[in-house]
């Protein structure tokens, strides 16, 4: 079956450490994205990429980093610059406008 | 930019009882609308979507948005709760200028009660 895989569901990492997210699709959708959840705060771009080789920022890009080196992959990381690190992550993909995105299940990044 | 509205952050609903959740989006030109669920600890999946055509449209799992073009919403309705639909529901706009860029609402958590 189709679709986009997080991994891991659950990471936990000390303070001042980088840490890498995982996405990956096999949907074979050219766009990808990550969000920041919070509670209360519904969710907030971070960075996408519409190409391979290719990504912009989005609304909250600072303290975090990605690469697009594949069409199938699109790695977050969470580096010690981002200062409140603690949130849960989802990555999604999308085909052409207009027909919305396929998310993955998440990763809940805890920061001790 | 666009921005999205979810007016109620919370909705307690008893099981059976009709429920809807409102949802009101920045003006533009060309808008194609969202709404999705999240159960606990999981990723978001598509309700519904307006792209253009019938202003009624009807999702899964029972669901069913009106699309407001003078009123700029989308509210999401549904006739008949179930326990199973106790969940944070999101709406979601984009538009041409954006691309497929999509910007979301703050969401709204819906709690069946029995």
């Known amino acids: 079956d189709g679709g986009i895989t997080q991994s891991p569901k659950y990471l936990f990492r000390k303070e001042g450490q980088n840490v890498t997210l995982s996405c990956e699709q096999n949907?074979?959708?050219?766009?990808m994205y990550w969000y920041r959840q919070d509670p209360g705060q519904g969710l907030r771009l971070i960075y996408y990429?519409?190409?391979?080789?290719?990504?912009q920022k989005g609304d909250i890009a600072e303290g975090y980093s990605v690469s697009r080196e594949k069409k199938e992959s699109f790695p977050l990381t969470v580096t010690s610059a981002q200062k409140n690190p603690t949130a849960f992550y989802l990555c999604a993909s999308s085909i052409e406008a207009p027909f919305g995105y396929t998310f993955g299940s998440g990763t809940r990044l805890t920061v001790v | 930019a666009q921005s999205v509205t979810q007016l109620d952050s919370q909705v307690p609903v008893f099981e059976e009882a009709p429920v809807e959740l409102r949802c009101n989006y920045s003006?533009?030109?060309?808008?194609?609308l969202f709404w999705y669920v999240q159960y606990p600890n999981q990723g978001l999946q598509l309700l519904l979507k307006y792209l253009s055509g019938s202003t009624l449209v009807k999702g899964i799992n029972g669901f069913e948005a009106e699309f407001n073009k003078s009123q700029t919403s989308f509210h999401l309705r549904k006739p008949s709760v179930h326990i199973s639909d106790t969940a944070e529901y999101f709406c979601a706009v984009s538009d041409r200028a954006a691309g497929n860029k999509l910007t979301f609402g703050g969401g709204t958590r819906v709690l069946v009660k029995p």
């Open positions: 003006s533009s030109v060309s808008v194609y």
């Open positions: 990429s519409q190409i391979v080789n290719d990504f």
């Open positions: 949907l074979n959708h050219d766009a």
